[in-house]
């Protein structure tokens, strides 16, 4: 409590408070969930969406991260033809089929992975990202073509292949459907690993069920973001299977790193410069700066 | 064995018990009533086969998760010889929720490796009730790659509801131990036959069912969640199973229409658990079947046939953008 507000009387206090939330302009300014720490969005902005305060890394869209990762020559998009069908006419409380539209609608993506061939500080490459706010991230036939087809491109065009994770798992809506994504990502990247061309895998805040059992841990080198919720389970079904608390910082990023499943964890504000240090080494490339200086 | 009758099938389940009585009666009684006896029997095939031919989703899934349902060691009892177990993953302990080893199928050496379910409490507990934790994925990878080594054709049988969801399979690395089975089998060298003959439970299944041609069993299921997962998630409500079931399209045929399965092994009359002798000779024929079709590819063909099996998977629209 600032020691303004310890000088206002009782009543003002509290209507400050109810009105806190109405006060705020909208997308002016973000409270981080972590620190509580109330933050300017444009400052959050310049700082890669990690809050400032506490080093929370906040979950940003799949365009703005390929936005803040490639160079800003020579992008192009893989795959974004390849567009969802409702195949089993699924139906719970709603359609598949609007669940979809209503997606599409919110998050102008078509899909919850977008792929982009394009470069990082001048070393091509090409990279897929989930869109989390698209369903979850959830995998289904669409992310597991558009992955496929990113892949493939890599290999004949010669280049590595980064993907960042960030999935709730396997999209249930296409039943079995969904499930064979996990052996056709899977088996993409063999082609891929054949031509000796490496593959790196990010995990981002969360990486889960389907996603996470599948190429999710095949990266030649597995990185994660600080923070970032990584695992099979979902914590509430482990905790009704094992009937005891759960550890602390279970099936966090600095959990798995403890027990050897994930390489390193980057923070997003050197994301892009390691990555491309990874790159150069494993293709054994000259430095980074001297690649950029001829 | 005493047959157990599921929830559906009560109709069978009296007929069935009434039987039982007139044939007790009928041991220390003067009167013949095996006439009568037999009409009853009749009935209740007849209801049988009326019920089984109109079986919905959830009650297929029943079928599947059956406690006498044969499970993987019946179908290599009996239809394997030599059959040489061989266990743990070298790195941490051997997982009974998964048993592998080397055996003989009509005479030729293959690796056969599947999930295994227990029959009464303390084997159930001992198998973790089929679901398998990172080391026995790891254990049916180093068998597989042991395979592969000595060119032996892979037999696998599905039947788990899932890998197993614990803080030590977590730690473990459940996740990487089921993706590193789905990468490795892309490519392994010999041939692959995945039989899903009772619960095919999401990635858990898939771990060891990646291969060169998917069998099913008429009443086993496969699925990428539990009816009961997903409508305690998309319903929020366990009790809409039922209806998940359904929109899932977990069953054999379904999944043959969507060209995600092979073959569909027929099941006796009233589930594999009523005839054993008649659903080994079955599976015993669609193994021989499958197995001689995948021996008669070279390799390299093997390889690219499996890859665009792979790849072929999902079903989306093209658009112009």
Known sequence: ?294 | MKITFLDFEQPVAELENKIEQLRFVQDDSAVDISEEIGRLQKKSQTLTKDLYAKLSSWQISQVSRHPQRPYTLDYIQALFTDFEELHGDRSYADDAAIVGGLARFNGQSVMVIGHQKGRDTKERQYRNFGMPRPEGYRKALRLMKLAEKFDIPILTFIDTPGAYPGVGAEERGQSEAIGRNLYEMAELRVPIICTVIGEGGSGGALAIAVGDATLMLQYATYSVISPEGCASILWKSAAKAADAAETLGITATRLKTLGLIDKIVSEPLGGAHRDYPAMMQAMKKALQETLKQVQALPVNDLMQTRFNRLMSYGKFKEVEV
């Open chain 1, 1 to 294: 409590m600032s020691w303004f507000q310890k000088l206002l009387p009782p009543k003002i206090k509290r209507r400050e408070n109810i009105d806190d939330k109405k006060n705020v302009p909208e997308g002016l300014w973000h409270k981080c969930p972590a620190c509580q720490a109330v933050l300017y969005h444009s400052d959050l902005e310049k700082n890669f969406s990690v809050c400032p305060k506490c080093n929370h890394h906040h979950r940003i869209t799949a365009r703005t991260r390929l936005d803040w990762l490639l160079d800003a020559e020579g992008r192009f998009e893989i795959g974004a033809e390849v567009q969802p069908v409702d195949t089993l006419k699924f139906k719970d409380s709603r359609k598949y089929s609007e669940r979809l539209t209503v997606a599409q609608r919110d998050t102008s993506e078509t899909d919850a992975l977008v792929v982009m061939q394009g470069s990082i500080h001048t070393i091509p490459l090409v990279v897929a990202v989930f869109e989390f706010s698209f369903m979850g991230g959830s995998m289904g036939s669409v992310v597991g073509e558009r992955f496929v087809r990113g892949v493939q491109l890599a290999t004949e065009q010669n280049m590595p292949f980064v993907c960042f994770a960030a999935s709730g798992g396997a999209r249930m809506q296409e039943g079995l459907l969904s499930l064979m994504q996990m052996a056709k990502t899977c088996g993409a990247l063999t082609q891929l690993s054949q031509s000796r061309l490496p593959f790196i895998s990010v995990l981002t805040d969360p990486t889960m069920g389907g996603v996470s059992a599948s190429f999710a841990f095949m990266g030649d080198v597995v990185l994660a973001e600080p923070g970032a919720l990584i695992g099979f389970a979902g914590a509430r079904v482990i905790q009704q299977t094992v009937r005891e608390t759960l550890p602390e910082g279970f099936q966090r990023a600095e959990f798995l790193l403890e027990h050897g499943a994930i390489d390193m964890i980057i923070d997003r504000r050197q994301m892009r410069n390691q990555l491309a240090t990874l790159l150069t080494l494993l293709t054994k490339q000259s430095a980074v700066a001297e690649i950029e200086a001829a």
